[in-house]
């Protein structure tokens, strides 16, 4: 059993993929429950996570996987009790196929993410995400990524995401993550928008 500790250290914009969920094609960890849940389909026993954020609304976070299975739960000052949180997702992944996950998600704002992520070798993985509404009436956008690891190994991972929609230009995001020293992760994103978005954080396994 492994336990995670994420620390957001420097960002200009908010994020809901808090467990170091950078991009729909490196879903390993709980950053699956939010960036694509067809990486809960990779086996990686029980995990769980603890996110506290230090602002003015006392928001934290819970997260839990294994076995296919996932959930994660965010309260702040305005959650009603334990079973009414202000955010929340649940989902499951499977294999059907050798290096071939998919996966599904619901959200409790009435969000469905379907996802598929294929990992023909070990240097490249190539995933995407497709959001719905739950009663699957309305379609608003898809995600397709692509990641690299450059020294075959986790120590370095780089790539990009495209998000885009039917009716308006899309949105590409470049994204890096790092584990240089066992345990301590750094992860990174940036698009070149007219806000010019960029997060980095910094995250301890403590498995």
Avoid: C
Avoid at 27 to 36: C, F, K, Q, R, V
Avoid at 101 to 107: E, I
Avoid at 126 to 138: A, E, M, V, Y
Avoid at 155 to 180: K, V, W
């Amino acid at each position: 059993m492994s336990f995670f500790i994420p620390i957001l250290v420097f960002s200009f914009i908010f994020s809901q993929n808090i467990w170091n969920g950078i991009s729909v094609a490196t879903p390993d960890n709980l950053n699956a429950i939010t960036s694509n849940p067809a990486g809960l389909g990779i086996e990686r026993g029980k995990q769980t996570g603890t996110y506290i954020s230090f602002d003015s609304k006392y928001t934290n976070s819970s997260s839990y996987r294994n076995h296919g299975l996932g959930y994660d739960l965010t309260y702040n000052i305005h959650s009603h009790g334990i079973f009414k949180p202000e955010d929340g997702n649940i989902g499951f992944g499977f294999s059907p196929s050798k290096n071939l996950y998919a996966g599904m998600k619901w959200n409790k704002h009435s969000f469905i993410d379907l996802g598929l992520l294929y990992r023909p070798f070990n240097v490249i993985s190539i995933g995407s995400t497709h959001k719905f509404s739950d009663d699957l009436d309305n379609y608003y956008h898809t995600t397709l990524g692509v990641a690299i690891r450059p020294f075959f190994n986790h120590r370095l991972t780089i790539g990009a995401d495209y998000t885009g929609h039917d009716t308006n230009s899309g949105i590409l995001t470049y994204h890096f993550s790092s584990e240089l020293i066992n345990g301590i992760l750094i992860s990174g994103s940036w698009n070149g928008t007219a806000e010019n978005d960029l997060q980095i954080n910094l995250g301890f396994n403590l498995g």
